[in-house]
């Protein structure tokens, strides 16, 4: 009966340093990716996302259009 609870015991307090690791682990990547962003990055993760939106645009469709008839004149 006592190595029983012992062993729930046990199981427990493995089972609280696990959960603190993992939000310990979670909280030390969200700051190391602001680190990264203020730091390293700066504008760079913006400027992609601006520039994967531009394949949706009115503009983009109309120089892939003609970027496609010249390809065809020239045969390549």
Request: glycine letters at 10%.
């Amino acid at each position: 009966a006592v190595s029983r609870t012992v062993g729930e015991g046990a199981g427990r307090i493995e089972a609280y340093f696990r959960r603190m690791h993992a939000q310990l682990t979670a909280r030390r990547l969200e700051w190391l990716l602001e680190r990264l962003s203020a730091h390293v990055w700066g504008d760079l993760m913006a400027e992609l996302n601006r520039g994967a939106a531009v394949t949706g645009g009115d503009a983009w469709q109309e120089v892939s259009a003609c970027l496609a008839a010249l390809e065809a004149a020239i045969g390549d």
